[in-house]
């Protein structure tokens, strides 16, 4: 016996049975972030009155580049599962949710593309 009608078992309607693992990625990278923005803010608050060349060679160091590129790159997913969540939930025309939801994922893919880049250019010394 099923509690769905037979008109949303004809149309395939349903769980996606993606919410799961959605959910517990947010709240994974949201545990990673708490330590990552901590330890961010506690090494950077001295950098404020350092010039160029200090930071550089702040962000050269291997812990601290993996460690900062650790922090953006869950940042931006982070980020990316919310703002999905609440385009799904408040955009109802589907093809503006894609278009939405494409346009947000690239630009997150760009902006850790970019922060990768630039980290380990920077760490590689170049």
């Known amino acids: ?57 702040w962000l050269a160091q291997p812990l601290n580049s993996f460690l900062t590129l650790a922090l953006v790159l869950a940042l931006v997913y982070h980020a990316l599962l919310g703002v999905q969540v609440v385009v799904e939930d408040y955009i109802h025309t589907r093809w503006l949710e894609v278009t939405v939801l494409t346009s947000v994922r690239l630009l997150a893919f760009l902006a850790a593309l970019a922060t990768a880049l630039a980290v380990v250019r920077i760490a590689v010394g170049g």
């Open 1 to 57: 016996m099923s509690l769905r009608t037979p008109l949303a078992r004809v149309r395939g309607l349903g769980s996606a049975k993606d919410g799961t693992s959605h959910w517990w990625m947010q709240r994974v990278t949201a545990v990673l972030l708490a330590p990552l923005s901590i330890w961010f803010l506690l090494c950077t608050l001295p950098l404020l009155g350092a010039d160029y060349a200090d930071a550089r060679v």
